[in-house]
């Protein structure tokens, strides 16, 4: 009999810890999509994965070895659960990088913000979450955003240049959907599996299913382009490390706001490395979504706190 994982206990809060964290990850991911866009000409969408998703791999056993969690993390008893988030998010992960080699890179950016919204949705759906008026609300205008982003390349002409960029806001679209089911499915495996696990069975499931795609169209890359490659996989691990360890310090009220310091980002190494300048159609539409996600993380921190208060009137010691 398998003896049980030594429970790791939580750090104490450190807010501005886990805010350096969150602000890390998103920097670090920006970059690896910058990498991924910028080879997507080179190699197809599924080869472009394996390697995002193979190259975590080191990276993520380095730091479960440091932690003390390599040998119980990876234990799961619900090893279904991690195939069908595998599937959905690396579905989510190719249509991102096809997204990204048809359209800008602040364009696939803000089209991704779509996810957390549709989250909503879903979790209501299918988590039997309870979804009120003010969060369905910005919900709506958040997705009036995203059909605004996407609104001058939904015009389909028989330009194979416009049939493109038509084609990178359906999958864009399209990879934020599963991006949103994959946070269904993690929502679900937490309720019995740790961190770690979720983590690496992911990568791992990645990289078998992209290889898959290994008879349609994969290329052997140029040194440069394998390198560059490559240094998107080890810095998908770092992120992804970052991301999860911002977590660990700070509430996630606090943190998920600078998710969308990644549309700066994206608009500086968009029009500085790419020389993509951006619309004002875009602009507008991406402040939409931004000012909907972040009521809705405010909506949820003021829910957070009156549910606080409300438990500690109840106790007999509050």
């Not at 090893?79 to 359209?103: E, I, K, S």
């Not at 937490?190 to 994969?218: D, K, N």
């Not at 290329?219 to 970052?242: E, H, K, R």
């Amino acid at each position: 009999m398998t003896p049980p994982a030594t429970p790791v206990t939580a750090p104490p809060q450190q807010p501005m810890r886990g805010i350096l964290f969150k602000v890390a990850s998103v920097c670090v991911f920006v970059a690896m999509a910058a990498i991924i866009k910028a080879t997507s000409d080179a190699v197809p969408p599924g080869e472009a994965v394996f390697f995002r998703s193979f190259f975590a791999l080191p990276v993520i056993i380095v730091w479960l070895l440091w932690r003390g969690e390599l040998r119980h993390g990876l234990e799961t008893p619900n090893p279904m659960g991690h195939l069908w988030r595998g599937l959905v998010g690396t579905a989510a992960m190719g249509l991102g990088f096809t997204a990204l080699g048809l359209l800008p890179f602040p364009e696939v950016t803000a089209i991704g913000y779509a996810a957390p919204l549709m989250v909503v949705i879903l979790a209501a759906m299918f988590l039997g979450e309870e979804v009120r008026l003010f969060r369905l609300s910005a919900v709506g205008a958040g997705l009036v955003g995203v059909l605004i982003v996407m609104s001058p390349r939904l015009s389909v002409t028989s330009d194979p240049l416009s049939l493109a960029e038509t084609l990178g806001a359906v999958v864009a679209l399209g990879g934020a959907l599963c991006a949103a089911l994959a946070q269904v499915f993690v929502r679900k495996l937490t309720r019995s599996e740790g961190t770690a696990a979720i983590v690496f069975w992911f990568s791992m499931t990645a990289s078998v299913l992209a290889l898959l795609t290994l008879p349609f169209g994969w290329v052997l890359p140029a040194p440069g382009t394998f390198a560059l490659l490559v240094l998107a996989g080890l810095l998908g691990g770092v992120g992804q490390i970052f991301l999860t360890s911002s977590y660990r310090y700070a509430d996630a009220s606090l943190i998920a706001p600078f998710e969308y310091a990644s549309m700066l980002l994206a608009l500086g190494v968009g029009y500085a490395v790419f020389d993509e300048v951006p619309t004002w159609t875009m602009l507008a539409g991406a402040a939409i979504i931004v000012s909907a996600g972040i009521a809705i993380i405010w909506r949820e921190h003021r829910l957070g706190i009156e549910r606080g208060r409300g438990r500690r009137a109840m106790s007999p010691n509050g």
